[in-house]
């Protein structure tokens, strides 16, 4: 699954700065969402852009922010894969560019950083339960000094590379399948991630 949609879909965001955005617009309107809604919502944004029924809070701000900067961010996002770095360096300044995005903590960053470059990963609320993991964890916040928020990135990020990103994914689609009849199998959970942007 993985190795079929999910580098898709890395290729599809390493395009352009239009498809990064599509991406992270993508998991922006993840955020206390059904998986099952998020295409038909996406479809929306594209059609309606800010006058979205579905961009509330600060998914707006968020959509703002993304599309407004949109070439500054995948210029960095670009320098980053290009660089020499380790994995490890690579996902923690690739966490950095996205935890600007309004409304993105951790996991929702980590997601970005899943779907665009192959790192990091998504432990929302199915994979805490998975993994038993402290919720506590995952919480950061721009209030935190600016050592607390590395150390929390870096947590995060070790995390995620220990469980490995494409297990992350195979295991979450598998189990989201469990969770609606409208689902398939795991495959169909994971093939969404790219038709929901069109690839």
């Not at 922006?28 to 852009?49: A, C, F, P, Y």
Request: one cysteine or more.
């Amino acid at each position: 699954m993985y190795n079929i949609h999910a580098i898709k879909v890395q290729e599809f965001s390493q395009q352009t700065a239009d498809n990064l955005v599509d991406v992270i617009l993508m998991v922006l309107l993840s955020i206390q969402q059904n998986w099952l809604s998020v295409g038909i919502q996406l479809q929306d944004v594209k059609e309606n852009r800010e006058a979205s029924k579905f961009l509330w809070g600060n998914k707006r701000k968020a959509y703002n922010y993304i599309t407004t900067n949109k070439h500054f961010m995948f210029g960095q996002f670009k320098a980053v894969l290009n660089s020499k770095q380790t994995d490890e360096q690579k996902a923690d300044a690739l966490m950095k560019i996205f935890l600007r995005v309004p409304g993105l903590g951790l996991v929702k960053a980590g997601f970005v950083c899943q779907l665009a470059a192959g790192l990091v990963g998504c432990i929302d609320l199915h994979n805490i339960r998975i993994y038993s993991i402290d919720e506590k964890a995952l919480k950061i916040s721009s209030k935190m000094s600016a050592a607390l928020q590395a150390e929390k990135r870096k947590k995060y990020i070790t995390l995620c590379h220990a469980i490995g990103t494409e297990n992350l994914w195979n295991n979450w689609c598998n189990h989201l399948a469990t969770k609606s009849d409208k689902w398939r199998d795991g495959n169909h959970v994971s093939e969404v991630h790219a038709t929901y942007i069109g690839v």
